[in-house]
């Protein structure tokens, strides 16, 4: 009798211990390398590898998207959080616009995050496409 409470008790320690590792495990984090720049809530960040996470449990539409390597780190809110019908691989899709890639679309394994791009932004990047082209705009950093 005492070897089967001992079996019983080693059993429900395991799950237990299977139940809060799982738990563990972050929600919505993906590592995408990104091979050009791109502009992700109004800022222009640098070709490089970043890591995508929640901001917290608590807040589905809030992401941090940072890049170790290039020391940045930009905050994005979601305007829709969508969960997964298809098991596709973790991705970010990109609205182009001339040459400025706009983050729009965040796929993880549980959700697909929609980043708004405003129509200021898009209209900024048509501005620096068409004035890189004719050469009569300076570039530099403000």
Known sequence: MRK????????????AALAFTAKAEPVDQI???IPYEFVAAGK????????VN????????????SSFENGVAVMLFSSEVADK???????????????????????????VF?????????LEAVMKSHSGASGSMSSGNN
């Open 31 to 33: 590592v995408v390398n």
């Open 4 to 15: 089967h409470c001992v079996r019983i008790l080693s059993a429900f320690i395991g799950l």
């Open 114 to 122: 929609t980043i708004p791009v405003s129509k200021s932004t898009v």
């Open 54 to 65: 929640r901001i917290s449990d608590n807040n589905k539409r809030g992401l941090l998207i």
């Open 85 to 111: 019908t298809r098991p596709e691989q973790p991705s970010v899709t990109f609205q182009q616009v001339g040459d400025q890639h706009l983050l729009s679309k965040i796929q993880t394994a549980e959700h």
């Open 44 to 51: 222009i960040l640098p070709a490089g590898t970043y890591r």
